[in-house]
């Protein structure tokens, strides 16, 4: 997490967060913490709240008879968290998200588990229509506590130059 403090007046000190476009480089492998424990509320709010009602994400005796022989974690949950993960260190700075890439859902994930994340910036290049943006690619895994790879993804996302006004907003 890219974190620093700015002088937004004399003696006076904000929090900012993220990478403008130039801070970004090719093959850089960017760690996200903390991680996050799933509990049952989680998976049971969420797959609610997206009217996701597969009996596998929240019913015990279902999940028991399947292969699983438990609950598993909606995998959509996973990849918001995952995706949340990453923000400070890829998108904090963002004007946008542009995509979301080859998502592969590579092992099951279960109420109890922490995960993990790390993303690795794939490419970057200016941006042809917005000359004070560019656009940078990363490739987001997920991983257990264990150490198992959960997921993957690629993102690519419209970052501001340094300069571009970005760091003037209220919040940053």
């Known amino acids: 997490m890219v974190a620093f403090a700015k002088e937004v007046a004399p003696g006076r000190l904000r929090e900012s967060y993220g990478r403008c476009y130039e801070d970004f480089a090719v093959g850089e492998i960017y760690e996200h913490r903390p991680g996050r424990t799933i509990g049952e ?28 022989g438990r609950p598993l974690v909606n995998s959509c ?35 109890g588990d922490t995960i993990y994340g790390e993303s690795e910036v794939l490419a970057k290049r200016l941006s042809r229509k917005r000359p ?8 987001t895994t997920g991983k257990k506590a264990d ?16 300069g571009a006004g970005i760091e003037e907003r209220a919040n940053y």
């Open 41 to 68: 509320a989680d998976n049971t709010w969420f797959t609610l709240l997206t009217m996701n009602q597969h009996p596998l994400h929240f019913d015990a005796a279902y999940a028991a008879q399947s292969v699983f």
């Open 77 to 111: 949950l996973t990849l918001s968290i995952l995706c949340g993960m990453s923000v400070s260190d890829v998108s904090q700075k963002a004007t946008a998200n542009l995509g979301w890439n080859d998502i592969k859902l590579l092992a099951p994930v279960f109420i």
């Open 132 to 139: 004070d943006e560019g656009v940078v690619t990363v490739r």
């Open 147 to 162: 150490g198992t790879v959960f997921m993957t993804f690629e993102r690519s996302v419209l970052v501001a130059k340094r």
